[in-house]
């Protein structure tokens, strides 16, 4: 059993506020996020949902690679993006989908198992079981050209 942890300290009311983000391994140390790094174009701070799917990608990204290991397949390379969407929904907000693309490359893996092995990695990975309300999660999955036998 593993446990991690995370902090927000966030100061000022509302829009007008600021957070900053920080985690257990210092990945992330007083990292900003605000209203303008949220809704706005603030490239200077980040956001729940651009962590939410940060972590979402690392996780069914890691998934993957064990399980092509478990299958006999070793992954030379997997590249996951993460769309998460964040829509309005009454006086609040919900995120209504999580979009995942990923390119893979993986010598010997003919392309039947390897969209068997990537959509069993989204279903099984912690992050989706974790994200099981979130109505739609998608995944396009690519096998790489020359990755097969």
């Known amino acids: 059993m593993t446990e991690k942890t995370a902090s927000v ?11 900053k983000i920080s985690t257990e391994s210092g990945a992330l140390m007083d990292y ?13 701070g980040t956001n729940p949902e651009e962590i ?6 690392a996780c069914f990204t890691m ?7 478990k299958a006999g397949f070793a992954t030379s390379s ?13 006086e609040g907000f919900v995120i209504d989908r999580i ?7 993986v010598p010997g893996l003919d392309e039947a198992r390897f969209q068997e092995i990537a959509a069993s990695a989204k279903r099984d990975c912690p992050l989706s079981k ?14 790489e050209q020359g990755a097969t036998a």
Do not use: M
């Open 9 to 19: 300290l966030w100061t000022g009311a509302g829009k007008n506020g600021t957070g």
């Open 63 to 69: 998934a993957f690679s064990f399980a092509c290991d």
């Open 32 to 44: 900003p996020y605000g209203f303008a790094s949220r809704f706005g174009d603030d490239r200077r």
């Open 130 to 143: 974790a994200l099981a309300s979130v109505p739609e999660i998608t995944l396009v999955a690519t096998l």
């Open 52 to 57: 939410l799917g940060a972590a979402h990608a």
């Open 78 to 90: 997997a590249d996951t993006q993460a769309h998460v969407r964040l829509s309005a929904q009454g």
């Open 99 to 105: 979009a995942l693309r990923l390119n893979a490359v």
